[in-house]
């Protein structure tokens, strides 16, 4: 008897968008990398805004919950998201050869949500094309138990390549993002059904 293709449920992919500078030109990037999430059909697309979302910038005493209230109900906007998510794609710029602190601060509230999931990553900027930033997160979420993808997406000057529609005429960009999302998708199934298997223990 013959068997039919396997037909896996869709990741559940979270977008976070990591900038929150006035004028920021993440959007767009984010935007664009959504739209190729959109276009396939074994993803699904979360995208969370740190500045329709922010995060409390006052840690509770290591290993407490927070207790203010405000604090309480800014993380639930997050955290239930980035805990049902399968996988993550995060975009950066680049500031300073690193990556915002908003972005470090969003990453830090959170640590099981992160263990045994991967990461693919979106940066921009200038000459570096915020790849600089890429490296950096690579050791941060190492630390949490995450598996960060080999190949990321470096948009150079990206203001100059992606109009307000998120699109953008730009083969060697849309390769390096289906590129991206092909390894994302592999590990992404793979995790999940190791996580479903044997629960990841840290």
Do not use: C
Request: net charge neutral; aromatic share 8%; proline share 8%.
């Amino acid at each position: 008897m013959k068997e039919g293709p396997i037909v896996e449920t869709p990741l559940r992919v979270a977008v976070l968008l990591g900038s929150i500078r006035d004028g920021r030109f993440g959007p767009t990037v984010a935007s664009w990398i959504r739209g190729h999430l959109d276009a396939r059909q074994d993803m699904t697309a979360d995208v969370i805004d740190l500045v329709e979302t922010p995060l409390p910038t006052v840690f509770p005493v290591l290993g407490q919950p927070p207790v203010s209230e405000e604090a309480v109900a800014q993380l639930a906007a997050v955290s239930p998201r980035l805990a049902a998510a399968d996988a993550f794609v995060i975009v950066t710029p680049e500031y300073n050869r690193s990556f915002p602190a908003s972005l470090k601060n969003a990453i830090d509230w959170h640590s099981r949500e992160w263990h045994a999931k991967p990461v693919g990553f979106v940066g921009y900027g200038g000459f570096s094309a915020g790849l600089r930033a890429v490296e950096q997160l690579r050791l941060v979420f190492a630390e949490l138990h995450a598996v960060t993808v080999r190949d990321a997406v470096g948009l150079q000057a990206p203001w100059a390549q992606i109009g307000p529609d998120g699109t953008a005429p730009n083969p060697g960009g849309d390769a390096a993002a289906k590129a991206m999302l092909d390894q994302l998708a592999w590990w992404g199934h793979a995790l999940r059904s190791a996580r479903a298997a044997r629960p990841y223990g840290a």
